[in-house]
């Protein structure tokens, strides 16, 4: 399925009803949270009910939205076997739910974001909640998309913050997927990566005026939060849009959920990752060829066995569901190391060049600020130990290839 429509501007509402009444739709399930009905649900019910249309609101209740279990049944509770599109009225969370349910029940559904808070709301996974352990499940994407510019502009500043962290984290994740390709043969498509490069440079240059919440640049940010998102679905994974610094992101989203603590944002935890990824990046301009060559003389090739007691060490209950993930990779490990190794004795001019159009750490922080945004792992309450924990195993959240596979194959991690 692709989608038909995304509308970004003012009278998002009665974009949508046109829409509807185009598509002969007139059943609903509207799934919102108290401050999303309030924002914009309840206006959406009332002009489709003025229509004639049906539609039954399932409030989500309680102070956190998690995409678990629990409000997964909750949704379906408040449901009946009447053919009904969804209406997902939120931000990530409530997307992702409605996303995967409406894709079970095997309905449509129809986003309307109420922050541009981050890029998932035309992607077709949904990142799910399973036994405290994130887990991205298939799932389907809206077949249309309708953001009003009223509501996106009354948007939390910390939600519009954590949307700027998920694009400024592309910097990271294009460099990692370009290292995959350079040093794993990993497939890649330059006109993707170029699309990805137009939108981070595009929300880059109107930081100020998305930190005023002006109209035109927060259509920026949504827009380039929906592009991202379709690239993501036009890929078939979040190659384009995830890399080292989502890893980071997903290790401390799991410390949390482990934990029972609170969440923080999905955005201001990548924007955070993004820092410390540049840092990573500035590490590997600062090797010249000769330390390379140096390096791996001195460092041997990973080992799965070895790979396996390191994930031990650092998952603890979850590492068997991570190692077992890894499966693919581990037995691949050898032939994937040997090939590294000799790639970055080989290219080591091109990694650099990769490197290179990561911005310095430095300037990230300065546009992160820009926005309000967390900077540091300290500001989202994450401890100094929590924080090398997640730069030692979070390149184990996912099977691919990033800038820490790097740093490990040249002893630097
Ligand atoms: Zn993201």
Not at 26 to 31: A, G, I, K, N, Q
Not at 110 to 117: E, K
Not at 196 to 219: C, D, F, T, W
Request: proline fraction near 4%; include cysteine; aromatic fraction near 6%.
């Amino acid at each position: 399925m692709t989608v038909e429509t995304q509308y970004v501007g003012p009278d998002a509402v009665e974009a949508l009803v046109r829409y509807v009444e185009a598509q002969g739709l007139s059943r609903f399930t509207l799934v919102a949270d108290e401050r999303t009905r309030s924002a914009l649900g309840d206006a959406v019910h009332s002009a489709l009910t003025a229509e004639g249309a049906d539609v039954q609101m399932t409030l989500l209740t309680g102070d956190e939205v998690i995409a678990d279990g629990e409000r997964v049944l909750e949704i379906m509770a408040h449901g009946d076997q009447n053919d009904r599109a969804f209406l997902a009225v939120g931000a990530g969370t409530i997307t992702d739910l409605t996303r995967f349910v409406s894709h079970r029940l095997a309905r449509p559904f129809i986003s309307l974001p109420t922050a541009p808070s981050a890029d998932a709301f035309t992607s077709a996974n949904a990142p799910m909640v399973v036994h405290r352990f994130k887990r991205t499940l298939d799932a389907q994407e809206p077949i249309a998309v309708f953001a009003d510019m009223d509501v996106l502009c009354e948007a939390p500043s910390e939600m519009i913050a954590a949307g700027v962290g998920d694009i400024l984290g592309k910097h990271t994740a294009l460099a990692d997927w370009r290292l995959g390709a350079l040093l794993w043969d990993e497939k890649i498509d330059q006109s993707v990566v170029d699309a990805m490069y137009r939108v981070l440079h595009n929300v880059s240059g109107q930081l100020e005026a998305i930190g005023r919440h002006k109209a035109p640049a927060i259509a920026g940010l949504m827009r380039g939060l929906l592009d991202s998102g379709t690239a993501m679905a036009r890929w078939e994974n979040s190659r384009p849009a995830s890399g080292s610094e989502h890893h980071l992101s997903h290790y401390w989203e799991m410390i949390l959920l482990q934990q029972g603590r609170a969440a923080a944002l999905h955005g201001a935890k990548v924007g955070v990752g993004t820092v410390l990824m540049a840092r990573s990046y500035r590490r590997l301009l600062d090797l010249s060829a000769d330390d390379v060559r140096a390096r791996l003389e001195r460092t041997r090739p990973a080992q799965a066995d070895e790979e396996r007691i390191r994930i031990r060490a650092g998952y603890g209950p979850l590492a068997e569901q991570v190692i077992a993930e890894h499966a693919e990779a581990l037995e691949m490990l050898p032939v994937l190391t040997k090939r590294m190794r000799t790639r970055l004795a080989d290219r080591w001019e091109q990694v650099q060049a990769v490197a290179a159009d990561v911005p310095p750490p430095e300037e990230i922080v300065k546009q992160l600020r820009t926005v309000g945004a967390p900077t540091d792992p300290a500001d989202l309450g994450f401890t100094a130990l929590e924080t090398d924990d997640a730069l030692r195993y979070a390149h184990y959240m996912r099977s691919r290839l990033t800038v820490r596979w790097v740093e490990r194959t040249l002893g630097l991690l």
